[in-house]
T-cell receptor
Framework: AQKITQTQPGMFVQEKEAVTLDCTYD???????LFWYKQPSSGEMIFLIY??????QNATEGRYSLNFQKARKSANLVISASQLGDSAMYFC?????????????????FGKGTLLTVNP | DVKVTQSSRYLVKRTGEKVFLECVQD?????MFWYRQDPGLGLRLIYF???????EKGDIPEGYSVSREKKERFSLILESASTNQTSMYLC??????????????FGEGSRLTVL
């Protein structure tokens, strides 16, 4: 079963408007973390924002905020005041508990991504 | 700044060839990862290493092996390349320890074409 689901293969938004990119996740682990990455056409992966499962408040980083709804298992990325440079592929990823007991080593599982296009 | 360097941006190989993809990071990170990225499939984990000489299979390890002899270097090996291994390969690293918020730092990717 997919652990990270991004249901929007592509999204369009007008410059200066806000856009929400959806992400739902599946885990039975009480301790987990959620990440969003941006991948422009140049190919590099850029870390945007992180939300821990025990964090009381939604994470924010500049124009990026994470709408974390734990009961619904969703972690949507909100980009405010879209810019042309926001056009990129966006990936949601989840970190679960460490795979070896007593350690802190974990892997990230990624969704399939959403291609965002910002129109002028 | 963390730098993750992948040895080749573009490679073209023939079916049956042995292929080495090299990745080096300069921040003394314990954990290193190899993902492949295909359109419509996102990033899928092939292998990861949590320390020197330590490795764990990811979600799609078949047809691949890895080597981590030094902390800074993590190699992905295709013993006998096949056309279905044509893909973009991404290396990543992160600091070990109890820093759960530690994000992955990625290299620029290696686009492999197997003919």
């Amino acid at each position: 079963a997919q652990k990270i689901t991004q249901t929007q293969p592509g999204m369009f938004v007008q410059e200066k408007e806000a856009v929400t990119l959806d992400c739902t996740y599946d885990t039975s682990d009480p301790s987990y973390g959620l990440f969003w990455y941006k991948q422009p056409s140049s190919g590099e992966m850029i870390f945007l924002i992180y939300q821990g499962s025990y964090d009381q408040q939604n994470a924010t980083e500049g124009r990026y905020s994470l709408n974390f709804q734990k009961a619904r298992k969703s972690a949507n990325l909100v980009i405010s005041a879209s810019q042309l440079g926001d056009s990129a592929m966006y990936f949601c990823a989840m970190r679960e508990a460490p795979f070896n007991s007593g350690g802190s080593n974990y892997k990230l599982t990624f969704g399939k991504g959403t291609l965002l296009t910002v129109n002028p | 700044d963390v730098k993750v360097t992948q040895s080749s941006r573009y490679l073209v190989k023939r079916t049956g060839e042995k292929v080495f993809l090299e990745c080096v990071q300069d921040m003394d990170h314990e954990n290193m990862f190899w993902y492949r990225q295909d359109p419509g499939l996102g990033l899928r984990l092939i292998y990861f290493s949590y320390d020197v000489k330590m490795k764990e299979k990811g979600d799609i390890p078949e047809g691949y092996s890895v080597s981590r002899e030094k902390k800074e270097r993590f190699s992905l090996i295709l013993e006998s390349a096949s056309t279905n291994q044509t893909s973009m390969y991404l290396c990543a690293s992160r600091i070990g320890g109890a820093l759960f918020t530690g994000e992955l730092f990625f290299g620029e990717g290696s686009r492999l074409t197997v003919l």
